[in-house]
């Protein structure tokens, strides 16, 4: 049988997962239906590995990234990375300190290994937010997957154009080690918006004049669910439609509803300044690590009460509420098996959520990853 990074090509490919978090990669192969064999995963945080524990039954191996020698890395016998390491070095409400920031250090380390493997991944896949592909960190990066026999191919992509309802873009960089190849390697070392070349319609790529791809992602905006799939408390339009708020009992747990709605002082401070969104919206704006603890630019808020006329009707009156944990794990595309140990404090949850991933992004990036030509 032919060898592939040094494994028999039919085993199940050995995956590394760094910077685990709670696992949104490790669901993201499992949505993608991927024969693989989790062989590792790397995270310092204590909680973010509880939640990883509870749901996988394995805990990642607590420590700092920074700290993994080449040695290491060979003995996993790996032959694919996924990382999504700290987007703060790149956020445009950070610094923008790029690798000066002490938070990219871990990243660069495990970038400059790869050259010093006997055993170097097949393939690697990297998530970031949106800047970092403007970054001093983006350059070293493509410096060294090319010096070490890389293709690659680049995406900016949302879940909007997965027909979920979450504007949530992100970065994301595919490297496949020569002889391994794409199968559409006209597209290596751009940089493409449009996910057609993911969704196996192939046949429908064009590509204009300035070299980007025709897009039908407008289409697929319209064929956005509307958010009320995915909510875990008042799903039911007509409840809505009556004018009547969520009341408290529709719910399973009266108490568990009533710590979302938000204060009415917080309306009247930031209400111009909040994203809110309806039951039968199909968009609303990405949850942050934030979002709880503060109200701009951290994530949407749903109207639990449906007004007669949209643009006249006080905030006060729509009675907002924070979106749920599980919500928003739904809108991540999460399995509705995942869910939190019971210590985890609702803060935590939504810190933890704000870090991960759109899993119905991901997987089919990964599908394509692993596809051979
Ligand atoms: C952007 S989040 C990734 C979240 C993950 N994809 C998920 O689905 O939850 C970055 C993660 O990297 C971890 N991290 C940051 N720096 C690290 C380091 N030097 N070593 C190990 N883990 C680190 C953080 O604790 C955090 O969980």
């Known amino acids: 049988m032919e060898e592939e990074g040094g494994l028999p090509a039919k085993q199940p490919w050995r995956v590394l997962e760094f910077y685990s978090g709670i696992g949104g990669m490790r669901y993201s192969v499992m949505k993608a239906g991927l024969q693989t064999e989790m062989v590792e995963a790397f995270d310092i945080n204590d909680l973010a590995n509880d939640v990883y524990e509870h749901n996988f039954g394995h805990r990642p191996f607590q420590g700092n990234i920074q700290t993994l020698t080449a040695a290491d890395l060979d003995r996993y016998c790996a032959n694919v990375w996924l990382l999504s390491p700290p987007c703060q070095p790149y956020t445009r409400q950070g610094l923008q300190k790029q690798s000066a920031d002490a938070r990219a250090s871990s990243f660069l380390r495990i970038l400059e290994i790869i050259p010093q493997l006997m055993l170097p991944p097949v393939m690697l896949f990297v998530e970031n937010v949106v800047g970092f592909e ?45 002889p391994s190849s794409f199968c559409n390697p006209e597209f290596n070392r751009q940089l493409l ?103 701009k630019g951290t994530g949407s808020l749903l109207t639990t009460v449906m007004p007669k006329t949209r643009d006249k009707t006080s ?59």
């Not at 319609?201 to 791809?213: A, F, K, P, T």
């Open 315 to 373: 905030l006060e009156e729509l009675c907002l509420r924070y979106f749920t944990p599980r919500e928003v794990s739904n809108l991540h595309s999460f399995p509705k098996e995942f869910e939190f140990p019971e210590h985890v404090t609702l803060r935590q949850r939504y810190a933890l959520l704000g870090n991960s991933l759109s899993t119905a992004v991901v997987a089919p990036l990964l599908h394509y990853l692993f596809s051979e030509p």
């Open 193 to 295: 918006h449009v996910p057609e070349l993911l969704v196996g319609c192939n046949e429908s790529i064009s590509i204009s004049e300035n070299g980007q791809l025709t897009s039908t992602s407008d289409k697929m905006l319209q064929t956005c669910l509307p958010i009320e799939r995915f909510l875990e408390f008042g799903n039911s339009m007509n409840q809505v439609e009556n004018g009547t708020s969520f009341p408290p009992d529709t719910c399973s747990d009266e108490s568990s509803l009533k710590q979302y709605f938000v204060p009415s002082n917080l309306i009247e401070r930031w209400g111009s300044a909040m994203d809110i969104v309806y039951p039968d919206s199909k968009r609303c704006c990405c949850f942050t690590k934030s979002y709880y603890r503060y109200v």
């Open 134 to 178: 403007t970054s001093d960190t983006h350059q070293k990066m493509v410096q060294i997957l090319e010096e070490s026999q890389f293709e690659m191919q680049e995406f900016i992509l949302s879940p909007l154009q997965f027909g979920v309802p979450y504007s949530r873009p992100r970065y994301f960089c595919l490297a496949k080690r020569k």
